[in-house]
């Protein structure tokens, strides 16, 4: 079969494509057969092509302005015959470049790695029977269903089509979505102009249809466009931009301090040898080599720990606008609720029936008030739950461990209702076979399916949909006898209120007829002369980790607003028993209000208001943008194809992962793998703290530069010898950002980090408070390295062990205030000592490493240096421990400060 996969298949009748193919438009593939083409024609996957190559990844880590000075470095000392200097300096950035090839390649993988998770799925039919599979497992011969937000998974041979189209910009690049059809075509038709195919990678924006699979993988036409295809790639963040940006201008400010030190020391009589290593060792000193491995590593660490909490970032701006949030405008089915539909009262033939049972298991009870009752006796119940069974495309499976729904919640929950009254959902189809579909469309909040009535009998039409949809096009209803009798709609409306406040989500069933000889839809409206059959109102009980989750984003100052589709006293019912809405709370906002709203008082009314109901998907993106009109960082969730342009203009997107629509997987930054509120607010904390993390290693790295170019710049200008050489200043900016800095990116987030308000986006990443503290710290580290240094001098030590005593008060200056920065505005003893236990070993690393580099003889060679006594270190210690007392205190005055003001 291999060889007619290449044939033009939208010039054939779909009748002699099934036959190539051999398969069945009903039955679709056996497993067996399925499983075999699978091992025959592989996945259904397009092969990566190749990247950059391990080596030119590790070459363009030199392509970076920092690296540039520290290879002019390597120049300078080569010229001036400072061997070992070269040699270091260079190894430096030798080992810089290798670690930073491969955090790059690690981060392109954990990308890859998301995006497997990320993976596809489709509705095909195998062996008679619809079943969800992920597309990797699509074989040529697969009969697949599309539904509106479906991501075409292969290319197809459409076999029907209802009201489809299909989006197919990504393929050519046309912005209008194409409108198909099941008909044969030219041969000569151009790949745009063939409405009989889908292909793969397009999107289902509306309609349904079912298309059999003739290519898979690289066979497909976007496996052809190699163009489309790019490596993977890791993304720029607007964080990483502002770090590009400040590594710029600190180019050219080290640039200018390393030519005034240089100028300075030749007016002073200097020998230039010596001004130049001094310029070497300033601008290797100003140079905070481990900030863009901290960046990658710490947004990296974040975006796994959201994973493993059910958030996976698609794309890294998210990480860091997520600790801005403000607001989160979330739906209910699924995300503040279980999404574990029961229908739990049926309205028809005026009566009001109620049903025992829960889940999905279809055993239970029927009752009218307090007496049970035989559900086949009221011939008005039945035909409303004989609508809620065929107006559905889910199904009840028996597994192992117990009932399943494979498909909507809210179809099962029909289902289960039905089968209760010992319908059964292949009997009664078999009765009133399907022949067309209305699918259901956001805009006009309806389903609706055309059923043969047999022979000689009328097209029967079953529809179920929400009541300001349905009821105004019902003239007639069912009696308790089941005799047409005039709607009584104000009845109607009344109990569907009282279901509603009950917080039942309620849905009308109703039905239609059309002429015998109908194939289809055709012409006809599906509202025509409606009968109303009845209400069935379902339960979905709120979530019991949405109302710990809503709680702890109100007292971290985000709002949350519920934004659903349902009525709105079944929105307010729910919102009052998770704690969005106080007991006496009445304010809903409703689409139709919300219609007759202008502008300006929509964008006041937004503030205020909480529950939003019966919203559509555009009075979504209107809400998104009156909420930003106000300031605020808003996150929206959506599954749907129409929520797509409300999760493109928020500024987090959240797509459903479970029951979400690719194409509102595609528009968000976030996807939940669970549909839970709770991971949203758990994916906000892990936001703030991996920008909190962020900031706390710029804090803890900058003073180290600060405080070397000023001992280089202060012994300029004094006329003495360089109390830290080039090599050492590598030495110490390297290992301390890999063992101490990083550390850093692995403390949990601090207590109360969701009891403080969402951070301004435009506010500077440090604030004046942390910038005094960066000076303090840097100027506290100048001059005990310059004291020691002068000190060990003066007591008759070499100036090698004089520049290793220098040495060693810096790394230890630095160890000390790495535990002043494990909180910004907190003592260490406040998080516990013992919970970044990374940093711990961190530490243990670097006092080993500096015994090695003090005390034996080749790391004396290779750095300049020489063994050092007891005393010295003592002194080193105090002067170390006297820099986390000093920052501590200033940490105690500044809260003591900010309490008083408050």
Same mark, same amino acid.
């Given at each position: 079969m291999a060889s007619i996969l290449s044939r033009h298949w939208h010039h054939l009748p779909s009748r002699e494509v099934l036959e190539l193919l051999e398969t069945d438009p009903e039955k679709g593939l056996d497993i067996l057969e399925a499983g075999e083409r699978r091992a025959r024609f592989g996945p259904n996957a397009l092969s990566e092509r190749p990247g950059r190559g391990p080596l030119l990844r590790f070459l363009l880590q030199f392509h970076q302005p920092l690296v540039y000075i520290l290879l002019a470095a390597c120049l300078v000392t080569a010229l001036?015959?400072?061997?070992?200097?070269?040699?270091?300096?260079?190894?430096?950035?030798?080992? !810089? %470049?290798?670690?930073?090839?491969?955090?790059?390649?690690?981060?392109?993988?954990?990308?890859?790695?998301?995006?497997?998770?990320?993976?596809? +799925?489709?509705?095909?039919?195998?062996?008679? &029977?619809?079943?969800?599979?992920?597309?990797?497992?699509?074989?040529?011969?697969?009969?697949?269903?599309?539904?509106?937000?479906?991501?075409?998974?292969?290319?197809?041979?459409?076999?029907?089509?209802?009201?489809?189209?299909?989006?197919?910009?990504?393929?050519?690049?046309?912005?209008?979505?194409?409108?198909?059809?099941?008909?044969?075509?030219?041969? @000569?038709?151009?790949?745009? @102009?063939? &409405? !009989?195919? %889908?292909?793969?990678? $397009?999107?289902?924006?509306?309609?349904?249809?079912?298309?059999?699979?003739?290519?898979?993988?690289?066979?497909?036409?976007?496996?052809?466009?190699?163009?489309?295809?790019?490596?993977?790639?890791?993304? #720029?963040?607007?964080?990483?931009?502002?770090?590009?940006?400040?590594?710029?201008?600190?180019?050219?400010?080290?640039?200018?301090?390393?030519?005034?030190?240089?100028?300075?020391?030749?007016?002073?009589?200097?020998?230039?040898?010596?001004?130049?290593?001094?310029?070497?060792?300033?601008?290797?000193?100003?140079?905070? #080599?481990?900030?863009?491995?901290?960046?990658?590593?710490?947004?990296?660490?974040?975006?796994?720990?959201?994973?493993?909490?059910?958030?996976?970032? &698609?794309?890294?701006?998210?990480? #860091?606008?997520?600790?801005?949030?403000?607001?989160?405008?979330?739906?209910?089915?699924?995300?503040? $609720?279980? !999404?574990?539909?029961?229908?739990?009262?049926?309205?028809?033939?005026?009566?009001?029936? $109620?049903?025992?049972?829960?889940?999905?298991?279809?055993?239970?009870?029927?009752?009218?008030?307090?007496?049970?009752?035989?559900?086949?006796?009221?011939?008005?119940?039945? #035909?409303?739950?004989?609508?809620?069974?065929?107006? !559905?495309?889910?199904?009840?499976?028996?597994?192992?461990?117990?009932?399943?729904? +494979?498909?909507?919640?809210?179809?099962?929950?029909?289902?289960?209702?039905?089968?209760?009254?010992?319908?059964?959902?292949?009997?009664?189809?078999?009765?009133?076979?399907?022949?067309?579909?209305?699918?259901?469309?956001?805009?006009?909040?309806?389903?609706? $399916?055309?059923?043969?009535?047999?022979?000689?009998?009328?097209?029967?039409?079953?529809?179920?949909?929400?009541?300001?949809?349905?009821?105004?096009?019902?003239?007639?209803?069912? @009696?308790?006898?089941?005799?047409?009798?005039?709607?009584?709609?104000?009845?109607?409306?009344?109990?569907?209120?009282?279901?509603?406040?009950?917080?039942? &989500?309620?849905?009308?069933?109703?039905?239609?007829?059309?002429?015998?000889?109908?194939?289809?839809?055709?012409?006809?409206?599906?509202?025509?002369?409606?009968?109303?059959?009845?209400?069935?109102?379902?339960?979905?009980?709120?979530?019991?980790?949405?109302?710990?989750?809503?709680?702890?984003?109100r007292a971290a100052g985000i709002q949350v607003k519920m934004v659903t589709g349902d009525h709105a006293a079944t929105a307010l019912a729910i919102a009052r028993h998770i704690g969005l809405a106080p007991a006496g709370e009445t304010r809903v906002l409703s689409g139709e209000a919300i219609a007759r709203l202008a502008d300006a008082e929509f964008i006041d009314a937004v503030e205020t208001t909480t529950v939003f109901a019966r919203v559509s998907p555009e009075q979504k993106l209107r809400l998104v943008e009156a909420l930003q009109n106000h300031g605020h960082v808003v996150a929206m969730t959506g599954d749907g194809v129409n929520d797509a342009p409300a999760l493109r203009q928020a500024d987090i997107g959240v797509a459903m992962g479970r029951v979400g629509t690719e194409v509102a997987k595609e528009a968000a930054e976030m996807v939940l793998t669970d549909d839970n509120f709770a991971s949203i607010e758990a994916a906000v904390e892990e936001g703030r703290g991996v920008y909190d993390n962020l900031v706390k290693f710029i804090t803890w790295t900058l003073p180290t530069n600060l405080g070397e170019a000023l001992v280089i710049m202060v012994a300029v200008l004094a006329g003495v010898s360089l109390p830290i050489l080039p090599v050492q200043i590598l030495w110490i900016n390297m290992t301390t950002a890999l063992l101490l800095g990083l550390t850093l990116a692995f403390e949990p987030g601090e207590p109360g980090i969701m009891a403080r308000p969402p951070r301004n986006p435009r506010q500077a990443m440090l604030h004046l408070r942390l910038v005094l503290r960066i000076v303090l710290v840097g100027v506290m580290l100048a001059a005990a390295c310059f004291g020691l240094y002068e000190w060990a001098l003066s007591n008759s030590a070499s100036e090698a062990a004089a520049r290793t005593v220098a040495v060693n008060m810096l790394v230890m200056g630095e160890l000390f205030y790495l535990f002043n920065c494990r909180s910004l505005s907190h003592s260490m003893f406040a998080l516990g000592v013992w919970s970044n236990r990374w940093l711990l070993a961190g530490v243990a690393g670097m006092i080993l490493l500096q015994l090695a580099f003090t005390y034996t003889p080749a790391m004396n060679i290779a750095f300049h240096g020489a063994p050092i006594g007891l005393d010295a270190w003592g002194r080193i210690i105090a002067l170390a421990a006297a820099i986390y007392a000093v920052v501590g205190m200033e940490k105690w005055i500044d809260q003591r400060l900010r309490l008083k003001t408050v």
């Open positions: 001036l015959g400072e061997w070992v200097d070269t040699g270091v300096i260079f190894g430096v950035v030798l080992v !810089n %470049a290798l670690l930073g090839s491969i955090q790059e390649s690690r981060a392109i993988q954990a990308i890859k790695a998301l995006a497997r998770i990320m993976t596809r +799925e489709a509705t095909v039919i195998r062996g008679g &029977r619809k079943q969800v599979v992920e597309s990797l497992d699509l074989v040529p011969g697969d009969v697949v269903s599309m539904q509106p937000g479906d991501k075409v998974a292969a290319d197809l041979r459409l076999l029907h089509a209802h009201q489809l189209k299909v989006d197919e910009s990504a393929l050519t690049g046309e912005s209008l979505p194409a409108e198909k059809h099941a008909g044969t075509l030219k041969h @000569d038709t151009l790949l745009a @102009d063939r &409405r !009989n195919m %889908a292909y793969s990678s $397009t999107l289902v924006t509306t309609g349904s249809a079912l298309g059999v699979v003739v290519a898979t993988g690289d066979d497909t036409e976007i496996g052809r466009i190699s163009t489309l295809i790019s490596e993977a790639s890791i993304p #720029e963040t607007p964080l990483t931009r502002k770090i590009g940006a400040f590594s710029r201008v600190l180019l050219y400010v080290i640039l200018g301090l390393a030519s005034m030190t240089f100028v300075v020391g030749a007016l002073y009589g200097e020998p230039w040898s010596d001004m130049f290593m001094a310029a070497v060792a300033l601008a290797v000193g100003a140079i905070p #080599e481990g900030l863009p491995a901290a960046l990658t590593i710490t947004l990296a660490i974040g975006v796994g720990r959201m994973a493993k909490k059910h958030a996976i970032i &698609r794309k890294l701006p998210a990480v #860091e606008t997520l600790g801005s949030t403000t607001v989160i405008c979330s739906d209910k089915t699924g995300t503040l $609720t279980k !999404n574990q539909m029961t229908v739990r009262e049926v309205m028809a033939g005026g009566k009001t029936f $109620t049903l025992s049972g829960g889940g999905y298991t279809p055993e239970g009870m029927f009752s009218l008030g307090e007496q049970s009752v035989d559900p086949q006796g009221h011939p008005a119940l039945m #035909e409303c739950l004989t609508a809620g069974l065929l107006c !559905n495309d889910s199904r009840l499976q028996q597994a192992e461990d117990g009932w399943r729904i +494979e498909g909507d919640p809210t179809e099962g929950a029909l289902i289960v209702a039905a089968t209760k009254a010992s319908l059964l959902q292949d009997g009664v189809s078999e009765t009133l076979p399907r022949i067309d579909l209305w699918p259901f469309d956001a805009r006009h909040r309806y389903m609706a $399916t055309l059923h043969d009535g047999g022979i000689d009998q009328p097209r029967v039409s079953y529809l179920k949909g929400s009541m300001e949809a349905l009821l105004p096009h019902c003239r007639n209803a069912l @009696d308790a006898a089941g005799e047409l009798v005039p709607v009584d709609s104000k009845a109607i409306e009344q109990r569907a209120h009282a279901m509603a406040q009950q917080g039942l &989500r309620v849905l009308l069933f109703a039905r239609g007829n059309l002429p015998v000889e109908a194939a289809n839809w055709g012409a006809h409206n599906p509202l025509e002369n409606l009968v109303f059959l009845g209400l069935q109102g379902m339960s979905d009980p709120p979530r019991s980790d949405a109302l710990t989750a809503v709680a702890a984003c």
